[in-house]
């Protein structure tokens, strides 16, 4: 089942469901008779077959051509699929796609792209939905993208897909921030309801949301809450599938937060991985970008990083520091994390100090050393790497350690 646009199955009984509806659309679009269309059709451009035959009831062919061409003009696919679709069997070329397509346009450059899914990973906490309802911002009212370049498309809607009951906090912080609570859309017609991406008719309801005119983003908030917490491969690729199906059908970028799992005893370094996005793999393979929150800087939980751990489509953008206040989100340079010294760091420190006055015979030096506790190796690769000079007294026969003399 085509989950994305609620499609009818296809099989050896069975035409193809875009076979049947461009049959059907030529047939309303000719002068012959029209074809009996089951008045219950939910599957692909349902309620665009639907519109043209109600105009076709009411004001015969040309009525329907003119309601289609209005259609095909919002909807180009449309279009396409009449003109010359293959039918099943037929086959077609990349020409054939290309033609449908286009090329990859983004709505923020390097980050979220039209017309694909982009996830947003975080552990529980790390601020997912409140990101996400930044970056609606910037498609309701226009406000700048997070790394300070101007939104320079039309402002309009944002569809909102809840799926963690916090439909209060949503609006709560909407109202906060000045945004239009009107332009927020659930594609469900009960506000409280949770939106599930395993229901088809939810899927159905989202699908006719984001093909709105006036929609310019979707977001689904979270993945685990849509699909009742279970991330088993199986039931995952499915539903991650029929969300890019969603974005590639609508043009739309489709953004979908999700979770990191907890970092283990193999996650070395302090960068976030697409390993590290919970569940099964399959998750994150129908994402052509993926972000990632983490807070490198564990003095710091607050001061929180953005990157993009996986691209398709580009070059990964620098990251990007965020903290969030009672007034919204705001952003600056990325944290770091933290510096661990090391022995080596210590045996430079104590040897700069010691040094600092002047040379000093180096076994004073092999005896502060093994009082700060460091190995004499260590401190000679510490007199190496600043570059000390040793020089030996000709009277004594005792050698002295001393900084180099700066040029």
């Not at 009742?228 to 489709?254: K, Q, S, W, Y």
């Not at 690769?381 to 001393?402: F, I, M, N, T, Y």
Request: hydrophobic share 40%.
């Amino acid at each position: 089942m085509d989950m994305a646009r609620g499609a009818l199955p296809s099989g050896p009984s069975m035409p193809h469901p875009a076979a049947l509806v461009k049959s059907w659309l030529r047939a309303l679009l000719g002068d012959g008779d029209p074809p009996a269309i089951p008045g219950d059709y939910r599957g692909p451009w349902a309620e665009e077959v639907l519109a043209v035959l109600s105009a076709h009831q009411a004001g015969g062919v040309d009525a329907a051509r003119r309601a289609f061409d209005a259609l095909a003009r919002a909807h180009p696919g449309l279009a396409t699929l009449v003109a010359g679709e293959p039918e099943p069997g037929e086959g077609s070329t990349w020409a054939d796609l290309a033609k449908a397509i286009g090329p990859v346009s983004w709505a923020w450059r390097g980050w979220l792209p039209r017309g694909f899914l982009t996830e947003l990973v975080g552990e529980v906490g790390s601020g997912k939905s409140i990101l996400a309802l930044r970056i609606a911002a910037c498609f309701l009212r226009g406000d700048p993208w997070p790394d300070g370049t101007p939104y320079t498309g039309s402002a309009g809607k944002a569809v909102w897909c809840e799926a963690e009951a916090a439909q209060a906090i949503n609006v709560d912080r909407a109202k906060t921030w000045g945004l239009a609570l009107d332009s927020i859309i659930s594609p469900l017609s009960d506000p409280f309801s949770d939106i599930d991406l395993r229901d088809s008719t939810h899927l159905v309801a989202l699908a006719a949301a984001g093909k709105r005119p006036d929609v310019r983003l979707i977001v689904v908030d979270s993945l685990s809450g849509a699909t009742g917490g279970r991330e088993r491969a199986d039931e995952m690729m499915p539903v991650v599938h029929a969300l890019a199906e969603l974005a590639r059908d609508t043009g739309r970028p489709v953004l979908l937060s999700h979770h990191l799992r907890k970092r283990g005893l193999l996650d070395v370094g302090d960068a976030i991985s697409v390993e590290r996005v919970r569940g099964s793999t399959v998750i994150a393979q129908p994402a052509r970008v993926i972000w990632a929150i983490d807070s490198p800087d564990p003095n710091e939980p607050g001061n929180r990083r953005l990157s993009v751990i996986k691209s398709n489509l580009g070059r990964f953008p620098d990251p990007m520091g965020f903290r969030i206040g009672d007034g919204g989100v705001s952003f600056g340079d990325p944290p770091v994390a933290p510096r661990q010294e090391t022995q080596l760091d210590r045996a430079m420190d104590l040897l700069r100090a010691l040094l600092v006055k002047g040379p000093r015979p180096s076994s004073e030096i092999e005896d502060e050393c093994q009082g700060a506790g460091l190995s004499w190796d260590t401190m000679k690769r510490a007199k190496d790497k600043l570059g000390v000079v040793a020089k030996r007294d000709g009277k004594a026969g005792r050698w002295s350690w001393g900084l180099p003399a700066r040029g």
